[in-house]
């Protein structure tokens, strides 16, 4: 009925619309007509007490389209009868006509109110364009037009050079580095920093004039190249992700604009033996005076609200540090790297019934079931990673770069679980930001039900290095997932350490991109044994430099503040994630629930040995394939020396095809 109701309503809205639209549009033209009338006739228009002579058309008999060229017809004899007015003929009169003493005629009309009555008026919009809309009771406003920032010469300011401490979730860019030249389907992470830093006038490229950054709203990705520029920034970067990895701690370094003032050059004067020589001794004190009062945190430009304010809402700068030691370069400066990977317990919906318990692999009698991870033996695999290794087994080989040292030192490799009282959003646990003065104590004496871990767990594999070879989180990650499955044991990461009995590469799948986090990038002393981070950061709300870190815009829990910002973007992935469980529990209970009972299903040896096996890599799903083969048996790669010569061989190919091309 509500449906009927609704057509009716929009039925009967179009039907006066369209009845308003035709009383405006005939009480418009008969005012046109009859203005073109008077105008062509050459008589004034008709005054207030006066009644036009001629007969005007019954325009409410006429069709649209007639009424339509009706306009066009007395638009035309408008604008020619305007040109015949404004004509230069008329206006060139000979000089001795325009100086004769005319005498003053007092019955004579005021030519210049004469010429404001004969002034045609103003055609509305909606008549003009055809089209009425009901609300539109004054004209619209013209296109506003980008206001365009003012051009700021970079020899006028002071510059610093800082690090900057920075997080983006990496689902929507093309990695962090930017490669000129290229055309990336998604935008890059250095792109987008790159065009923040340009937009607040922070950075000066010395090879690239002081334009404005275009805003492309359009949300659509150009074919074309887009080219940056770091010259004479001092730029470097810690880490360098691939598409889809995500950053929480991902550092560079960069000389930016500073608020300090600049001090002026004193002016030379001719002294009195002939020599020039600066004597305002005064304002260079002066000058002194100020840069010791100036504070380089307190009182230095808002690095981290201004960056914010550019940048898309899943990259966020968190920090700065004032004063990085001499010296300092982002990626050679660190000296440590903190990986995480995320997963869930089951890793994929199980599989129910007794197909669920079949052998994988190797197996005689599987542990779990399949979607399930032996999360024990993935720990006992991952303990085998610590220490100083040849992670050549364990990586993608860049034949480009040469390498040929690939040990690295692993600090720690180990997989927890995922506490939902501590992580994700575990603050709000916390005392200060419960809903109760007491939470404890109520939820005691409520005899509170909330206590029990949920059915589905999140792990996480965290792993401390100095540095890290392509893919090489992701390689180690995808052999945890074999040995958690029980496809593989957890000696076969001894296996692949061992370069000496297994030189050559298996050809596995490395483990997917989006559950990885660069976590943190330290910076220890120089020249010592600690692993602490010696970086003095400034994060955001920071007293030293914001009043408070409830200041609007700039602060931590103020409006628009850092915490409210990163609420928004994990709320609505919690939503999504809420529905889409939901979702999933009521399909899971719909229907007809025998075909998880053995005794319900028919043929089920054939349907055993029909059965492709699901093998898990940290996607969304499982992949499905035929019988396993383990790791030891697969294809194996060249060896790494054998690779890199092969790359020089075509490289010197190139090159003496280019040279006999060029002769």
């Known amino acids: 009925m509500w449906r009927f109701q609704r057509k009716s309503l929009s039925a009967l809205c179009q039907v006066q619309s369209s009845k308003t639209l035709c009383r405006f549009r005939h009480q418009g033209l008969s005012k046109l007509d009859s203005l073109a009338a008077e105008i ?24 649209t389209t007639s009424l339509i060229e009706r306009i066009s017809e007395l638009e035309r004899q408008l604008h020619s009868r305007t040109a015949e007015y404004t004509s230069p003929s008329q206006s060139s009169t000979p000089a001795s006509a325009q100086t004769q003493e005319v005498a003053p005629d007092a019955s004579a009309p005021n030519p210049q109110s004469q010429q404001e009555q004969q002034a045609p008026k103003e055609i509305p919009r909606w008549l003009a364009t055809g089209k009425f809309d009901p609300n539109d009771i004054t004209h619209a406003p013209g296109a506003r037009l980008p206001k365009k920032q003012r051009k700021m010469d970079p020899a006028k300011y002071n510059f610093r050079f800082i690090a900057l ?12 580095e930017h490669a000129n030249g290229n055309v990336t389907p998604l935008p890059t992470i250095e792109e987008e920093m790159w065009k ?28 074309t190249p887009f080219a940056l520029s770091w010259e004479g920034c001092e730029y470097s970067k810690a880490g360098r992700t691939d598409r889809g990895v995500s950053a929480f701690g991902q550092v560079i370094g960069i000389k930016v604009r500073s608020a300090r003032p600049k001090r002026a050059k004193p002016e030379p004067v001719p002294g009195l033996d002939g020599t020039t020589e600066t004597t305002d ?46 010296g300092f370069d982002a990626r050679f400066s660190c000296r440590e790297r903190h990986y995480k990977y995320f997963f869930t317990q089951p890793a994929f919906s199980p599989t129910p019934g007794p197909l669920g318990l079949i052998p994988r692999g190797n197996e005689e009698s599987p542990k779990y079931r399949e979607g399930w991870l032996d999360i024990d033996a993935m720990r006992e695999a991952a303990k085998y990673f610590e220490g100083v290794h040849d992670f050549r087994n364990f990586c993608k080989v860049d034949t480009s770069k040469q390498i040929e040292n690939f040990e ?18 575990g603050y709000v646990s916390r005392p200060e930001f419960q809903a109760l003065e007491n939470p404890v104590a109520n939820a005691v004496a409520g005899g509170s039900r909330d206590t029990t871990l949920p059915g589905c767990q999140v792990y996480v594999f965290t792993l401390q290095g100095s540095a890290f070879l392509w893919h090489q989180v992701r390689h180690m990650v995808g052999i945890l997932f074999l040995v958690g499955q029980g496809l593989e044991s957890p000696s076969a990461v001894r296996e692949l350490l061992d370069v000496s009995n297994n030189p050559r590469k298996p050809m596995y799948e ?33 007293t030293r430099q914001t009043r408070s870190p409830y200041a609007k815009g700039g602060g931590k829990f103020g409006a628009g503040g850092m915490v409210d910002d990163l609420w928004s973007v994990w709320r609505q992935r919690k939503m999504d994630e809420i529905l889409a469980g939901a979702l999933l529990d009521l399909a899971l209970q719909q229907g007809d629930q025998s075909g998880v009972q053995e005794a319900n299903i028919k043929n089920l040896e054939r349907e055993k040995q029909s059965k ?19 790791l030891m048996q697969k294809r194996k790669m060249e060896t790494v020396e054998v690779l890199n010569a092969r790359w020089l061989t075509a490289k010197q190919r190139r090159i003496e095809q280019a040279g006999n091309a060029d002769a």
């Open 510 to 542: 490395m483990a997917s991109d989006a559950p990885l986090v660069l976590w943190d990038c330290v910076f220890p002393e120089k020249d010592s044994s600690k692993r602490e981070d010696s970086l003095e950061w400034v994060y955001a709300g920071d």
């Open 281 to 326: 001794q005064v304002a260079q004190t002066e000058a002194e005076a100020a840069d010791e009062k100036w504070d380089d945190i307190a009182d230095e430009l808002p690095y981290i609200s201004l960056l914010n304010k550019q940048l898309p809402e899943d990259i966020r700068v968190l920090a700065w540090c004032p004063r990085p030691p001499e």
């Open 612 to 630: 492709v096996e699901k093998i898990f890599h940290g996607a969304n799903e499982g992949k499905t394939g035929g019988k396993y083969v383990s």
């Open 196 to 223: 923040a830093l340009r937009k607040t006038r922070l950075i000066f490229p010395t090879d690239l004039e002081d334009e404005d950054i275009p805003d492309d709203k359009s949300g659509r990705r150009k074919s």
């Open 408 to 425: 690295r030192i692993i600090y720690r490799a180990d997989i927890e679980i995922l506490d939902p009282q501590n992580s994700p959003l």
């Open 165 to 176: 401490k920075f997080a983006y979730l990496g689902q929507r860019y093309n990695g962090l």
């Open 40 to 63: 062509m006739s050459g008589n004034n228009p008709t005054g207030p007490g006066q009644q036009g002579q001629q007969a005007q058309p019954d325009y409410s008999t006429w069709s």
